[in-house]
């Protein structure tokens, strides 16, 4: 009797065993197992890893995951298209580009260079914070050289005549190469006409720290105090509306219910994929969204999985195995 209870206490431990060990395994079911950072170059039809081996997606929601991530290198094609299979040779860095063109490039010693073929440019001009001009660099005065004499953080305000530097100063840019250098800088305050059409000649004294905004509007905003404020003018509505980070919405406030206060009981964090009509979260239950501010705020937050149709299109309604 003993022996047959020591065997069955031997046989359950080795099933639990095998249990716990596959438990993992089965868990990447329930989401994407991509390693979006070993992609090297991704196709319609699948992708090269960074040891340059092919890999087909296992599904269309592999394949979206990655072309919706940040800093992907996907090509909306198959990778056949290309020589050598899609696979790209990049000989350059893209930092020591100072200015690159349909035709080649600048490097920062002021040397120039040509392209080695169309990928090493596309390359370059999907690189975030490039400063890649769609033409040949003869097109412009000293052949496509640019001597910015400013730097960009000096700007407070940029304008199509010219712009106010932090002390209040106002400078004419010395060229049009000049305008277009701030214009396409990340995170500048360029407004596309003169600067005289707004009041005080387009300087702008701001009352807000963008970051107290908890949600903005076109006629005003609330605090994160719960606090509503009108605008001061216009100027401080557009200035808000085009801060990075901003929560602005384009239409009056009284247009939603609780006047456009929005009480979120969601945390962004929570939700594995989201949809028109809903989301799951990532205990993989179904929730429809309260309101269309809710679905909206999750669509707009920073690193969402939001798909703009409804979930049961979708094999598995939804869930990406």
């Known amino acids: 009797m003993y022996k047959a209870l020591n065997g069955a206490i031997v046989v359950l431990s080795v099933i639990g065993g095998t249990l716990l060990t596959q438990a993992p395994v ?3 079911g329930f989401g994407i197992s991509l390693d979006v950072g070993n992609v090297a170059f991704g196709y319609k039809d699948g ?45 350059f860095n893209a930092n020591d580009v100072a200015f690159g063109f349909q035709d080649g490039y600048w490097d920062r010693s002021h040397r120039w ?47 199509q005549d010219g712009y106010w530097d932090r002390s209040h100063r106002w400078d004419q840019w010395r060229n049009e190469q000049d305008r277009r250098y701030y214009r396409n800088a990340p995170g500048n305050q360029y407004s596309d006409y003169h600067h005289d059409r707004d009041g005080n000649q387009g300087w702008r004294g701001l009352s807000i720290n963008v970051s107290d905004v908890a949600f903005g509007y076109q006629d005003g905003y609330w605090d994160r105090s719960h606090q509503w404020h009108q605008w001061r003018n216009d100027q401080e509505m557009r200035d808000y509306r085009n801060a990075q980070g ?9 247009r939603d219910q609780d006047q456009g ?15 028109q009509d809903g989301y799951w979260d990532r205990s993989h239950q179904w929730h429809q969204w309260r309101n269309d501010q809710e679905m909206r705020d999750y669509r707009n937050a920073q690193g969402n999985q939001y798909n703009d149709y409804r979930h049961d299109r979708d094999n598995d309604q939804g869930w990406h195995q």
């Open 47 to 91: 992708y090269w890893d960074r040891d340059h081996h092919w890999h087909h997606w296992r599904n269309r929601d592999e394949a979206r995951y990655y072309r919706n991530a940040p800093g992907n290198r996907y090509n909306d094609y198959r990778h056949d298209r290309d020589g050598n299979q899609g696979w790209q040779e990049i000989a």
């Open 261 to 275: 206060w929005r009480g979120l009981s969601l945390n962004v964090g929570d939700v594995a994929f989201g949809y």
């Open 26 to 28: 089965n868990a990447q």
């Open 246 to 254: 901003n929560r602005y919405n384009d239409y009056r406030h009284d």
């Open 113 to 159: 260079h040509q392209w080695r073929n169309d990928q090493e440019m596309r390359y370059y001009r999907n690189t975030p914070g490039n400063q890649y001009s769609d033409y040949r660099h003869d097109r412009d005065g000293n052949q496509g050289w640019r001597d910015v004499a400013f730097n960009v953080n000096d700007v407070a305000f940029g304008f």
